[in-house]
């Protein structure tokens, strides 16, 4: 018996000792998380903190580059014009088209939902109708 309550003493100081370390160990993992986690704000942040002012000189060069095409070839400014109205026409046909067919959706749904109600009511009247009939016989 001395054999076994010391083993058991054992497995259980041996546990104490790993929960411990363990806990310890994962202390110092989440310190060495959250050191790097700053870091790492920092490094994204700074990233696109670049990215953003990089996009904006580029779209600023882009939009001087299409000036000076624009001034050499006055064509493109009249085909860029011709291709927006093109765009809004199409923008409101589709807008229009869309209107109207979900104007007809809904009326169509409202013809159908009515539909429905007439043949539930229809098919309520005939069991109601069945059932009186059944009811009739068996007084019989």
Avoid: C, R, W
Wanted: hydrophobic content about 30%; overall charge negative; glycine content about 4%.
């Amino acid at each position: 018996m001395n054999i076994i309550e010391t083993l058991a003493y054992a497995g259980l100081g041996l546990v104490s000792e790993v929960n411990d370390k363990s806990k310890a160990k994962f202390d110092e993992l989440v310190e060495a998380g959250k050191k790097h986690d700053n870091e790492g704000k920092s490094y994204v942040g700074d990233f696109f903190k670049t990215v953003d002012s990089t996009k904006d000189d580029f779209t600023t060069q882009l939009e001087q580059g299409k000036e000076k095409l624009q001034e050499q070839f006055p064509i493109l400014k009249e085909m860029e014009d011709k291709f927006e109205k093109a765009k809004e026409d199409l923008t409101n046909k589709f807008n229009s088209v869309k209107e109207d067919l979900t104007t007809k959706a809904e009326e169509a749904k409202e013809k159908i939902t009515s539909k429905a109600k007439e043949a539930v009511a229809d098919v309520k009247d005939k069991v109601s109708s069945i059932t009186s009939e059944a009811k009739v016989e068996e007084k019989k």
